[in-house]
């Protein structure tokens, strides 16, 4: 009984982590009418890639990806602890409410 709720755990912590953010969208046709992506109003061809913000998106033939390059915390004290995110490194702090100089435990993180 104790391995199987092992093993329910270790499967819980690894299907929380796979789970990274993603956002989709269509092609779109250009003055030439060739497809292309637009992100944030620029202009993107197939098959390239490009940082925005804390994502990394794609164009490819079949549409435009981004997707969160940030670890997010997911499994700490929230009564206790908050996650603190600071955009100019894209990543996260979690430290005590009544003391942010104490860094709390991060069990498993997303993305």
Known sequence: MKVLLALGVVLALYL???????????LSLDSKRKPVCIHNGEVHKIDTDWPSGCEK?????????????????????????????????CSYTVTRKDNPSVKCEVLAMIG
């Open 16 to 26: 929380e982590q796979c789970s990274a953010y993603c956002s989709y969208g269509q």
């Open 57 to 89: 998106c794609s164009c490819r033939k079949t549409g435009m990806q981004c997707c969160a390059e940030i670890e997010t915390p997911s499994m700490y004290d929230k009564e206790n602890c908050e996650a603190i995110f600071h955009e100019d490194t």
